[in-house]
């Protein structure tokens, strides 16, 4: 009986969901983004790397790094498909883009960062 309660409840409660929640992600160093305007990939193939958002307008990704947002700015988007292309994900994002981060090559600026989440 309180299963079945339970299991109510959560429909209830995920038919009031709307795809604008469902899009905002919490990117470590930003806060929440609205994804809406990426292209995103959700990746089955690595352990290390969730789902690659891209704003091809703002070379601004969003990566998924073992359950946790970041954001990385400037990403070229030849850089982003060799990153989707390679053959170990998680190598080429060490190598390629997180390194890079520490180098400040891809850190976001505050004048860069990701938009704020939709209200």
Same mark, same amino acid.
């Given at each position: ?26 990117? =470590? ?21 969730? %789902? ?13 790094? =073992?359950?946790?947002?970041?954001? #990385? ?18 190598? #080429?994002?060490?190598?390629?883009? %997180? ?21």
């Amino acid at each position: 009986m309180i299963p079945e309660k339970i299991v109510a409840l959560v429909a209830a409660a995920l038919a009031h969901a709307t795809l604008a929640e469902a899009d905002i992600v919490e990117v =470590r160093g930003c806060g929440p983004v609205d994804l809406a305007p990426f292209t995103c990939t959700d990746i089955t193939r690595s352990t290390m790397i969730g %789902r690659v958002c891209y704003d091809a307008s703002r070379r601004y990704a969003v990566i998924e790094v =073992r359950s946790t947002y970041r954001g #990385f700015c400037g990403i070229p988007p030849a850089k982003l498909n060799a990153l989707l292309n390679a053959p170990s994900m998680g190598q #080429f994002f060490n190598a390629q883009i %997180r390194h890079s981060e520490r180098l400040d090559a891809h850190a976001c600026t505050t004048d860069a960062a990701a938009p704020e989440a939709a209200d």
